[in-house]
């Protein structure tokens, strides 16, 4: 326990090292900035550089960057030595106020969306105080937000703070209501659960298709995969001990609160869970955490896989996004409480919730697509692509009796709520549903729904933002309101009524929900190309544009962006695909065909029944499924010389008619796979891949 806590956030410049190497004067104001976004003055800014470069050179730190969240989809950085000329010949070792609060990086060669043209490459960081610096392999990480050069937001941290302001400002309204005089802001705060492969590198280095897009694009499965369920929880193998041992150890230098880890359901998978924090730190540290794991997986000749859905026929990774709202005061706003006030505060919470994923499905179900991810949602192993809210049986007829104004009869332990007929109910009396997208779990929300490899700030982004316009439709009404206690009866009832369709408690594996799904008038997008052409809607576009979320310019960038990001990945796929089928895989298969061709030739001249052997039946497999891969490579070559120009007309020509050729091809090369011989075979295959780690 003692090196634990030694360990624990030694690399990062926290609270504790602030406290003690910043003036009290200094301390105090940098820290009203941290929680009010007050402005830091170059006075402030020049004692916090100076003691964060003597820091951090005082723990071998060489240089310096400012760390951001480009809307490429991983982290960036550009290192800046601190050593600067002195004249003579000497040096001295520089961190000015500036280099702190502002960086300058090239724009042009980040995705923008049309925001910037190729030729205007001036973007800007900016420090962002409320995410401690920390030191990464000797280099000082500034945590920064990203813009273009007239101001427009590039990455995913800027809209990101932009949904906290609009939703601390909108509940703010409500607990003042409630007389909560001694609140002084909310923020939304989030975990993520990060479930993660682990291959032999070995193996990986030799799959062109893990190389190039992450996941496996061939592979037939072998006579055992996940359906024994054994490794689910099962003891960890040694090696991979190990490597969750200097994981932990790197994760906590760096305050990475890293709880829980565990086998998942598939072989070689894993799970990596963080305590909750606010969610703008909690996002900082998800994409580092998922950058230390590729490290650190290859320390130990391992490699890392967080796409979304590696393997076919097993589970895919996903990440789960606890969401919840907490005072400043330490309340949790989705924590039933121990009065009958803070009772019918939770209430009106939970049904902005409801109300706010109601009315913004689609918006919501954007925030988590990707290519990789369309292989997961409505897999039967992830939540089904339609959206819904899971709030548990106890409280779904607590709702009910509301709605009905009839007592609600429970027998186990329960809160007087004493808000007109509204009636007990007991606390933290929810199951867990792992079918559901969205599950209330006692004082929080499960989002299950984003990938494995996305940052979490987008998906926390949209909910706090469509929370946040929830909450102020509510505040309009109940500030104009003569009885408060009365419209706030009303207003639940009403919410509940207009928004029960949202709410299923069932299994979303059964394929009667989709139909009884339809029926409710929920939407249902099972690709990201159905899910996009809905992002532009009015009500999407102004629920953002009005709640300081993005501007009119940055939500079309984004629109664009994300379209592009598809089909360039499943073009990437595509091509990759081509290049295995001509160069290993279909080269390989024809040796195979030769030497069976000169077995049977050989049975046939010596008279014997060579139409019963299994060289002659092999042979004609062979001929059947290499004759169908010619056919579709030669259907996608074609395609791909006369594909669209438009980004929305891309997105649905791939996934129209690249997808369906792609999936041929595998099915095809697959069922070769099983029948050829081993020695012949170009790649290792899922056996290794799955369970060559010891």
């Not at 792992?434 to 926390?460: L, V, Y």
Request: hydrophobic content about 40%; some cysteine.
């Amino acid at each position: 326990m003692t090196d634990i806590i030694k360990t624990f956030g030694k690399k990062v410049f926290n609270d504790e090292v602030m406290k003690a190497r910043l003036s009290q004067a200094t301390y105090s104001e940098l820290n009203k900035t941290i929680k009010k976004g007050t402005y830091l003055n170059n006075d402030i800014a020049e004692e916090v550089a100076r003691a964060m470069k003597e820091w951090a050179i005082e723990n071998g730190a060489t240089h310096f960057t400012h760390w951001f969240h480009p809307l490429s989809g991983a982290t960036a950085e550009k290192h800046e030595s601190f050593v600067s000329t002195a004249g003579g010949g000497k040096i001295i070792l520089d961190f000015s106020p500036k280099n702190l609060v502002r960086g300058e990086a090239d724009a042009s060669s980040f995705p923008s969306g049309g925001l910037r043209d190729t030729f205007e490459a001036r973007g800007y960081t900016a420090w962002d105080p409320t995410s401690y610096a920390f030191i990464k392999d000797d280099i000082l990480c500034i945590p920064t937000v990203f813009c273009a050069y007239n101001g427009e937001a590039l990455d995913h941290k800027t809209p990101l703070l932009r949904s906290m302001e609009a939703l601390n400002m909108q509940a703010m309204r409500i607990l003042h209501l409630f007389g909560n005089e001694d609140v002084d802001h909310v923020k939304a705060t989030a975990g993520a659960e990060q479930e993660y492969f682990l291959i032999d590198k070995k193996y990986f280095d030799q799959r062109e298709d893990l190389i190039l897009t992450g996941r496996t694009l061939f592979g037939a499965m072998p006579p055992k995969g996940q359906e024994m369920n054994d490794h689910y929880y099962g003891s960890i193998k040694t090696r991979v001990q190990e490597f969750m041992k200097d994981l932990n150890e790197e994760l906590w230098s760096l305050g990475i609160q890293a709880k829980t880890e565990h086998n998942e359901v598939a072989p070689s998978q894993h799970e990596l869970a963080n305590n909750f924090l606010t969610v703008n730190v909690s996002a900082d540290q998800n994409n580092l955490t998922m950058e230390i794991m590729k490290k650190v997986a290859r320390k130990h000749n391992l490699e890392c896989l967080l796409h979304e859905k590696p393997f076919d026929e097993i589970n895919g990774s996903g990440k789960h996004n606890n969401w919840s709202l907490k005072t400043d005061t330490g309340v949790n706003l989705l924590d039933p409480g121990d009065t009958p006030k803070e009772n019918a505060q939770f209430l009106l919470f939970l049904t902005a919730v409801i109300k706010a994923v109601d009315e913004y499905q689609d918006l919501i179900r954007i925030s988590v697509s990707s290519a990789g991810n369309d292989h997961r949602l409505g897999g039967h192993e992830a939540p089904p692509a339609i959206i819904s809210v899971f709030i548990g049986d106890e409280l779904a007829g607590i709702l009910d009796a509301i709605v009905n104004e009839t007592p609600f009869d429970s027998k186990r332990s329960s809160i007087q709520i004493g808000v007109h007929t509204i009636p007990s109910f007991p606390k933290d009396n929810t199951d867990r549903n792992r079918t559901s997208p969205f599950a209330f779990t006692g004082n929080k929300f499960e989002f299950r729904m984003p990938g494995s490899s996305a940052s979490i700030a987008t998906p926390n982004t949209i909910l706090n933002a469509v929370v946040a316009q929830a909450l102020k439709e509510f505040a309009d009404v109940l500030e104009n309101a003569e009885d408060l206690n009365q419209a706030i009866h009303d207003l639940i009832i009403r919410t509940v009524n207009e928004h029960k369709r949202i709410i299923f408690n069932g299994n979303g594996y059964d394929e009667a929900w989709i139909e009884e799904a339809e029926r409710r008038g929920l939407s249902n997008y099972s690709s990201t190309p159905k899910a996009m052409i809905h992002y532009l809607d009015k009500k999407n576009v102004d629920v953002l544009i009005e709640n300081g979320v993005l501007t009119a310019a940055e939500l079309y960038s984004r629109y664009e962006i994300y379209l592009e990001k598809y089909y360039k990945t499943i073009n990437i796929e595509a091509l990759t695909m081509l290049d295995m089928l001509k160069k290993d895989i279909l080269p390989a298969v024809s040796k195979f065909e030769a030497d069976l061709k000169d077995s049977v030739k050989s049975d046939k001249d010596l008279g014997l029944f060579f139409e019963d052997s299994y060289e002659y039946q092999t042979l004609l497999k062979v001929k059947e499924y290499k004759n169908n891969l010619l056919v579709d490579i030669g259907k996608m070559q074609e395609l791909l010389e006369k594909k669209p120009t438009e980004a929305l007309e891309l997105a649905f020509f791939y996934h129209d008619r690249i997808i369906p050729l792609m999936e041929s091809l595998r099915k095809n090369s697959d069922e070769l796979e099983k029948i050829t011989d081993r020695t012949y075979w170009p790649f290792v295959t899922y056996r290794e891949l799955l369970f060559g780690v010891d």
